[in-house]
T-cell receptor, first 114, second 110 residues
Framework: KNQVEQSPQSLIILEGKNCTLQ??????????LRWYKQDTGRGPVSLTI?????NTKSNGRYTATLDADTKQSSLHITASQLSDSASYIC?????????????FGTGTQLKVEL | DVKVTQSSRYLVKRTGEKVFLECVQD?????MFWYRQDPGLGLRLIYF???????EKGDIPEGYSVSREKKERFSLILESASTNQTSMYLC?????????FGPGTRLTVL
């Protein structure tokens, strides 16, 4: 069964600090891995998307890494801001096409405080 | 800029009512999806459609039906709403490479 597990479940950090969120997956055949940011009461918004051959991708202060051998990904947030408070969801796509057959993690709830 | 819109942000219905949730995308995507999102469970796929008038069951289709009469519009129907269908409903459309989500509809069934 395809699964995506995220850790930690929740995290509180001070503004300006860095943090790293983890994602482990067992999805086959692997197509790509995405990180989404979901603000409370809103739909998820894509941060990064990585294929098998990519091991790092950045989007501003967000940097995602992918280790396809160990089936692990991380999302690193640098110099956190209050607006980073959200749920971060790891999503792995299986099979051809990449737009379908998604397996979602349950998310890491990040809170950034003053 | 890509856009997926949903007809309502918040909706309150009574048990037994028929509920329509509408989703429209402006990206000419063939694939559209309906998910529900509940705390601790993540997003779960209800139905998806890969073409007009085509539909496929997802992981949790029971109690739901869908309609896709036009390429840009995908509707989710709750024939007889129940309290366990209180949830956040998210619509998405996808290109070959990525899914784009709507803002969500928070449905409460009393």
């Amino acid at each position: 069964k395809n699964q995506v597990e995220q850790s930690p479940q929740s995290l509180i950090i001070l503004e300006g600090k860095n943090c790293t969120l983890q994602c482990n997956y067992t999805v086959s055949p692997f197509s790509n891995l995405r990180w989404y940011k979901q603000d409370t009461g809103r739909g998820p918004v894509s941060l990064t998307i990585m294929t098998f051959s990519e091991n790092t991708k950045s989007n501003g202060r967000y940097t995602a890494t992918l280790d396809a051998d160990t089936k692990q990904s991380s999302l690193h947030i640098t110099a956190s801001q209050l607006s980073d408070s959200a749920s971060y969801i790891c999503v792995v796509s299986a099979g051809a096409g990449g737009g379908n057959k998604l397996t979602f993690g349950t998310g890491t709830q990040l809170k950034v405080e003053l | 800029d890509v856009k997926v819109t949903q007809s309502s942000r918040y909706l309150v219905k009574r048990t037994g009512e028929k509920v329509f949730l509408e989703c429209v995308q402006d990206m000419d995507h063939e694939n559209m999806f309906w998910y529900r999102q509940d705390p601790g469970l993540g997003l779960r796929l209800i139905y998806f459609s890969y073409d007009v008038k085509m539909k496929e069951k997802g992981d949790i289709p029971e109690g739901y039906s869908v309609s896709r009469e036009k390429k840009e519009r995908f509707s989710l129907i709750l024939e007889s709403a129940s309290t366990n269908q209180t949830s956040m409903y998210l619509c998405a459309s996808s290109s070959y490479y990525e899914q784009f989500f709507g803002p969500g509809t928070r449905l409460t069934v009393l």
